[in-house]
Structure formats: C-alpha cells, structure tokens
C-alpha cells in the first residue's frame, strides 16, 4: 500500500472553467479517504486525476514517493472500482478477476491461486462459475471490487460504487467495504455524494464544493465542529438546525436570543469561550443538532445524569416521523422551524403542543457574513 499526497491541485478546462481550485490533501499508508459532496464539486474529477484520467493543470499528486502527474494509468499501481461494475458479460466470475492478471501474463497456477484468496476474502467462491447476468446487483459489485483485489494495488479508488443499489443492499455492501477495509489494510479513495456512506466508511473526509475542500478531518469532527454553514448543512441526517438571532448579556454570561412578534425567547449559552463572547450585542447564526433538541422530560432525566442544564421553549408540532428508536419531530417556536429526536412514547402528536428542551452546551455558532464557525481563522 501507499500514502497519497495532494499538492495545489488545480483543473482548469480549455474553455477557462475552473473546476479544481487549489486542492491539498494528504491521506497516509492505509487510511480510507472519503471525498464528499454535491453534484459538480469536482470529486470525481479529482479521483481521475488521481487515476491519470485526467490531466493535472498546476500542482502534483504523489502516490508513495513518487509524482504521477506524467505517469500513464496503467503504470500508476491503482485499482478502480466503478459505479457501474464494468464487468465483462460474457465471462464468468472467475475470468473477469483474474483478466488483468492473464493481461499481466500471470502464470495460470498463480492467478488459480489469487483468485481463489479473493473469492475468500470477499465469501464468493460459490458464485465463480456464473456469469455477471446471473448475479444480484450486490453480487456484481462484489466482482468488481474482486478484481480491484486481485491487482494488489498501492491504491483503491471507489467512484460512487454503490449508487445503483437498493437501499437495503447499499447498506450491506456498505458494511462489505468496511470490512474488506480492515481486512486489507488497504489505502482507499472513495468518492460519494451520500454523507451517511462518508461518516460510516472513512478515516478521513474532505467535504469539498465549487472544486474547494471546505473541511478536511476525521468524521467525527466534521460532525461535530464543522466550519462552515455548508459542512454543518451538509454532513448529518437529519441536517442541522439554524437559527438566527443575537447574543446577549444574561447574568454573568451570554444568551442567545430569538425575536418574534414582539417576544423574545432566550437561551443561555453555557461555558462560552472568548471568541463568542466577542459577539456580544452582534447577530449570529445558532446550529444545534436534532439530537441535542428533544422532548422536555427525556432531557430532565438526562440532566440529571450529566449534570447540564437545558433551555426548554413550547412548540407546535407540524409533523412526526416515527423511526423505532426514536421519533423526529418537525416543530414550530417564534417562527422558527426545527427538527428534534425524541423519545418513541413522548406522544408528540401533529398539530399538538409539545415542550422541547435545547442543550446549547452541544451548539456551534456560525458569523453570518463570512458564514464560517465563530473561533476559526478565514479559509
């Protein structure tokens, strides 16, 4: 396996479309990379430079020690896995893994023996003697990635592989991924536009739109510090409350206060660090997860557990979706509309009032203007 490094990668097409604006990633031996975000932000562009697809127009991409940028694909040591499987119809499992070793003129008895190790370690072997037209659509991707496998590339390279499945096989394939992962130790960059596919798989995430990565960090960061309204926006499901309002003097510290038709409506903002208080009297933007808004009762006993102390403000509920564990609420306070999780039995019903509790200690704070997270320096 090998490390990546990205360096000021820029693409520029003849016609002056600027689709990479400066791109520095650094993914090390072994990390499974995920590139993330809407159509057009230039991931998959990016993931065929990597490939050699595409040309570099300024900068450099090093696999391992070396600069590929004038470096055919076929000599790059990379492995592609596509979204639509690209397999051969006329072959069966075995011989579309083992095409490219016979390409390579691997000595039979060895490619018998790799492609016998791949169909192990991706739990195939039964399925080597049919052809692509009688798999399941899960089945064929497993092929495909099985001949990835078998190359024993320094580099995976994933282009949204499980955009044609259904939902339940998008999971499953989902958790095969991870797994073959682990199992590999492999160096893997995956490109997807589903924000539930980049938290679950990878190591690291770069959230990227207009060809600029936005953030670039473990998922568990970008989840819970984003920079930015769009990462914040982007990364989550459900996405992220916003709420615009004011921070102002309370007691000692600060509130964040919410104006509507003559009421105001405050919530203190516990342990406010220095950057936010420097937004006293000014107007900010409140992001707060839906699970850090719930039903009053389930976040009193929390509270007691943990020791904080929630603001709760009376809603109107405009509809529920029942999930089992929990159930999503989509309510209504000074004109505000917010989604909360609360407890399957709270009995939150639509059209019904019902007392929510936020937990700011769980908030981030966002400059309206630049519309980056409060307490990070401009991009």
Same mark, same amino acid.
């Given at each position: 396996m090998a490390s990546l490094s990205i360096r000021n990668v820029r693409k520029v097409y003849p016609n002056g479309a600027e689709i990479l604006k400066g791109i520095d990633l650094d993914i090390e031996d072994g990390q499974f990379l995920i590139l993330v975000g809407g159509s057009g932000?230039?991931?998959?562009?990016?993931?065929?430079?990597?490939?050699?697809?595409?040309?570099v127009t300024h900068g450099?991409?090093?696999?391992?020690?070396?600069?590929?940028?004038?470096?055919?694909?076929?000599?790059?040591?990379?492995?592609?896995?596509?979204?639509?499987?690209?397999?051969?119809?006329?072959m069966t499992v075995r011989?579309?893994?083992?095409?490219g070793l016979g390409i390579r003129k691997v000595p039979q008895q060895e490619q018998d023996k790799i492609v016998a190790r791949v169909a192990d370690t991706l739990q195939m072997g039964h399925l080597l003697d049919r052809k692509p037209a009688q798999l399941s659509g899960g089945q064929r991707q497993r092929v495909a990635m099985?001949?990835?496998?078998?190359?024993?590339?320094?580099?995976?390279?994933?282009?949204?592989p499980l955009s044609n499945l259904d939902a339940k096989l998008r999971v499953e394939m989902r958790a095969e991924i991870k797994l073959l992962h682990q199992r590999l130790g492999a160096t893997i960059v995956y490109v997807t536009h589903d924000q539930i596919e980049a938290m679950t798989l990878g190591d690291r995430i770069a959230v990227m739109r207009d060809g600029v990565v936005q953030q670039f960090g473990s998922p568990q960061d970008i989840y819970d510090l984003p920079n930015n309204l769009?990462?914040?926006?982007?990364?989550?499901? %459900?996405?992220?409350?916003? =709420?615009? *309002?004011?921070?102002t003097a309370h007691g000692s510290g600060i509130a964040f206060a919410l104006e509507h038709a003559g009421t105001t409506t405050l919530l203190p903002v516990p342990d406010p660090s220095n950057a936010l208080l420097q937004y006293a009297n000014k107007e900010v933007i409140l992001g707060i997860r839906p699970e850090h808004v719930t039903d009053a009762e389930s976040a009193r006993r929390a509270a007691t557990a943990e020791g904080y102390h929630p603001t709760e403000v009376d809603c109107t509920i405009e509809m529920t979706e029942p999930t089992g564990p929990d159930t999503l609420v989509f309510a209504w306070f000074n004109g505000i509309r917010a989604t909360c999780r609360t407890h %399957?039995?709270?009995?939150? =019903?639509? *059209?019904?009032?019902?007392?929510?509790?936020f937990d700011l200690s769980k908030a981030v704070f966002f400059d309206p203007a630049s519309e980056l997270r409060i307490g990070m320096a401009p991009m």
């Open positions: 932000c230039g991931k998959s562009t990016l993931l065929n430079m990597i490939a050699g697809l595409e040309s450099e991409i090093a696999i391992g020690d070396r600069v590929v940028n004038k470096v055919p694909p076929k000599e790059r040591d990379i492995a592609m896995v596509f979204q639509s499987y690209a397999l051969y119809p006329t011989e579309n893994i083992s095409f099985g001949r990835a496998i078998a190359r024993d590339p320094s580099l995976f390279l994933f282009d949204e769009y990462v914040a926006g982007f990364i989550g499901s %459900p996405s992220m409350n916003f =709420l615009r *309002g004011r921070l %399957p039995r709270a009995g939150a =019903l639509p *059209g019904g009032d019902v007392r929510l509790a």
